[in-house]
């Protein structure tokens, strides 16, 4: 496994990133803000069924925290197929569940999959960040 780096946060935080590189070398890094209040999931790069349990591991972290709010920030993502969507779908599900509000910052791709999978509003994509 590759270790986790921390680096100072513009704000101040720690920032915890974890990279994982699938078979094809399509790289994922996914960083950690904990504020608090607030659990940010940042990811940069391909979710695919190789690098989707990385992403899949800090959305369980953030919500089994029982933190009110956790944003996921996939603007920096290239590439998601259906295993990434179906996470992020059982993830909203969940946090819906617990009472956690989860907010997903959804870029190009992110954004381009869920339409194709008619999932937008499913994701929240259609709400305001």
Known sequence: TTPWLIQPFAHGADLVFHTDVDDCDTPLVVAIDDRGEIYVVLAEGEVDIATAPLLGRALEAGLAGGRPTVLV??????????????????????????????????????????????LTATLGLHEPA
């Open 73 to 118: 920030d996939l603007r920096r993502v290239s590439f998601v197929d259906c295993t990434g969507i179906g996470l992020l779908t059982q993830a909203r599900s969940r946090a819906h569940q617990d009472g956690t509000r989860m907010r997903i910052l959804a870029g190009r791709a992110v954004a381009r999959t869920a339409a194709l999978l008619d």
